[in-house]
């Protein structure tokens, strides 16, 4: 396959993706700014409550990859049952999952909040919040799901498609709920919350519909039902890592936000509005990661395995030079950051530095994403992502955090740049793993599938 021909495949994949996850992300850039201009603490509590979904979501993420893993290859291998068995798997425990954090959410979400934050209007705003939003849980648990199988299954533009009317409304709806347009009541923060309660209610409706089309994949009420144990002991083989992985690193930066939320609120407005920013700009690396992914496993489940290798390698490229491109982005959009939200003299400061420090912090994402995230899982590798984050993580980057933040009491962004460095950190032994091409492998002939 000529170069040029791979790129196009390639971008063919990752763009709706890409787009995709810009869409997801820009609610929470709407949301900060709609917020933002209300006050600085309701933008704040907002900000540390979406902790909860983060979490969420990385046990949807988990599910996700872990799926995407087996129906990439068995989608290029044509076996479209296997498909709908791993399914009906994946969506039974994602289920599970968001009715469980929907639940704790609602009945007392002060067990969140008083985590996140010791600041008291942080804890009641966020509370609300909470208590409002916890229905769109249990919702994005399920689309979530069916969006992953429509983009292994040849529907990923129509997956972004549906995401993407979902973020238009949710953002529409953000704006006359929380600003009391067209005669509606100004809810302020509560009106965030239910214009994502409404808009994943809405996503979860179109996913439904899609699947009912004679091409869709459809979910077999016997598979979940009564799940294949066969299929089941094997897909857990390889996404338990990958849940651990999450975990690992999701709890990780999560304690990193937690040192933050307790360094005062100038600091977690910058922090608030430095994530959102760089969340944004990341959605290429992160869509290279996922739909680079895809492609790696719809070759390796053809018995392709050349061409795997092939892809894994132009991805890897893509995603360095993409990081670095996205480096150099996230330093100029500073002004404009500065320009759209109304912050106090300290966290602009903090602001500023926080995107240079980001800018830095692009280049590892962006490759890690493309490897870890993507390329490495695509055969099966889902063991070395754990390993890595669990000693980058919490061997060097929490403990030293925490030390610097409480301990040693040393300045916010000092704090900042310490947390920031684990995706640097561990570059040269994603590099090292992936030259020894242990992803390259087809799961679904090694005995290991039905």
Known sequence: MKKTELHNK??????PIAFSQFMLTLVSACDALMLGKLAQNAMSAVSL??????????????????GSMFAAQYWGKKDIDAVERIFALTLRVSVGVGLLFTVISFINPYIFMKILTNEEELVELGAGYLRSVSLSYVLCSISQIYLCIMKNSGQARLSTLISSLAVI???????????G???CPALGISGAAYATVIARAMEYGMVKINAQRSESIH????????PDKVLQKT????TLPVLGNELVWGLGFS????????????????NSIASIVRNLIACFCIGLGSGGGILVGNALGAGRLEDGKILGRQITILALGSGILSGIISILLIPIALSVITLSPGAEHDLVWMLGISSIWMVGKSVNCATVGGIFCAGGDSRFGLLCDTVTLWGIIVPLGLLAAFVLKLPVLVVYFIVNMDELIKLPAVFR???KYKWVKDLTRLGECV
């Not at 409304?169 to 600003?179: K, S, T």
């Open 181 to 183: 347009l067209f005669g």
């Open 219 to 226: 979910l077999r009420l016997h598979w979940l039902l009564k």
């Open 169 to 179: 409304l949710n953002i529409v709806l953000n704006a006359v709920l929380i600003f």
């Open 433 to 435: 793993h992936y030259k």
């Open 235 to 238: 897909v857990w083989k390889h």
């Open 255 to 270: 304690v990193s936000a937690v040192m933050i939320g307790h360094l005062g609120t100038d600091a977690v407005a910058a």
């Open 49 to 66: 409550a979406g902790q909860v979904a983060f979490v969420l979501s990385l046990f949807t993420a988990a599910l996700t990859i872990g």
């Open 10 to 15: 390639i971008l063919s994949l990752v763009l």
